[in-house]
């Protein structure tokens, strides 16, 4: 099995070329490759058998090279971006219909404002979801060297809906249009789950580093 990982390694080495990360991807891989040794060798499987889910598990050292070529086309400033706009759209999304349903009086505007305020949950739930996508997507581009990237991407995504959770709370923004949400449960629902944004996102670009190898 030693003789195994060490010729995946030259032969993932020699496909990287001169790759800019080409000794943190092989020292990751060396590291990976060491964990999924010891756990083939507690079981007592055959030695082909053991090859044929090595080489599913991981890919060919051809096919690895080459997701790690594509990743370099991914910048970190654009990926940065890309979250911050669709953050932006969403709050852009719900300031607007909050505004046209408390200033104008169209049915469907309303009919969607009202189907909106009663899944509170899901809202939650899916809002919950972006940022766990925002961790894991660096992660999984980036890997070591995202996790400044997903630090600054975050503070700068998340920065629109504390303003909003501030103007809300100190009610310089009216109540009641944001009723039947603002019950005093919601808002410590909010706050909690604000809390629980970082880690959250943090969770999540351990989970694409982890999958980037």
Same mark, same amino acid.
């Given at each position: 099995?030693?003789?195994?990982?060490? +010729?995946?390694?030259?032969?993932?080495?020699?496909?990287?070329?001169?790759?800019?990360?080409?000794?943190?991807?092989?020292?990751?891989?060396?590291?990976? !490759? &060491? #964990?999924?040794?010891?756990?083939?060798? +507690?079981?007592?499987? #055959? #030695? &082909?058998?053991?090859?044929?889910?090595?080489?599913?598990? @991981?890919?060919? %050292?051809?096919?690895? =090279?080459?997701?790690?070529?594509?990743? @370099?086309?991914?910048?970190?400033?654009? *990926?940065?971006?890309?979250?911050?706009?669709?953050?932006?759209?969403?709050?852009?999304?719900? *300031?607007?219909?909050?505004?046209?349903?408390?200033?104008?009086?169209?049915?469907?505007?309303?009919?969607?404002?009202?189907?909106?305020?009663? !899944? %509170?949950?899901?809202?939650?739930?899916?809002?919950?979801?972006?940022? =766990?996508?925002?961790?894991?997507?660096?992660?999984?581009?980036f890997g070591?060297?995202?996790?400044?990237?997903?630090?600054?991407t975050f503070?700068?995504?998340?920065?629109?809906?504390?303003?909003?959770?501030? @103007?809300? @709370?100190?009610?310089?923004?009216?109540?009641?249009?944001?009723?039947?949400?603002?019950?005093? !449960?919601?808002?410590?629902?909010?706050?909690?789950?604000? =809390?629980?944004?970082? %880690?959250?996102?943090?969770?999540?670009?351990?989970?694409?580093?982890? =999958? &980037?190898?």
């Open positions: 099995m030693i003789q195994l990982k060490t +010729d995946f390694l030259n032969e993932l080495g020699r496909h990287l070329g001169k790759h800019n990360d080409k000794e943190q991807i092989l020292a990751e891989y060396d590291n990976h !490759i &060491s #964990e999924m040794l010891e756990e083939f060798n +507690d079981s007592e499987r #055959e #030695e &082909s058998d053991i090859i044929i889910e090595f080489y599913a598990r @991981l890919g060919t %050292p051809e096919e690895i =090279a080459d997701s790690w070529r594509e990743e @370099l086309s991914a910048t970190p400033m654009k *990926t940065q971006w890309i979250f911050i706009l669709a953050n932006l759209i969403f709050f852009a999304g719900g *300031t607007i219909l909050t505004l046209v349903h408390n200033l104008f009086d169209f049915p469907f505007i309303d009919m969607a404002w009202k189907s909106l305020t009663s !899944i %509170p949950a899901v809202i939650i739930l899916l809002y919950l979801f972006f940022w =766990a996508l925002l961790g894991y997507e660096i992660g999984k581009g070591h060297k995202g996790r400044r990237l997903m630090k600054k503070i700068l995504s998340i920065l629109p809906n504390v303003i909003l959770m501030n @103007l809300t @709370l100190f009610r310089l923004i009216p109540h009641d249009w944001f009723q039947p949400l603002l019950s005093p !449960i919601f808002i410590i629902i909010c706050i909690l789950f604000t =809390a629980l944004l970082y %880690p959250i996102c943090w969770i999540g670009y351990r989970w694409g580093k982890k =999958a &980037s190898i």
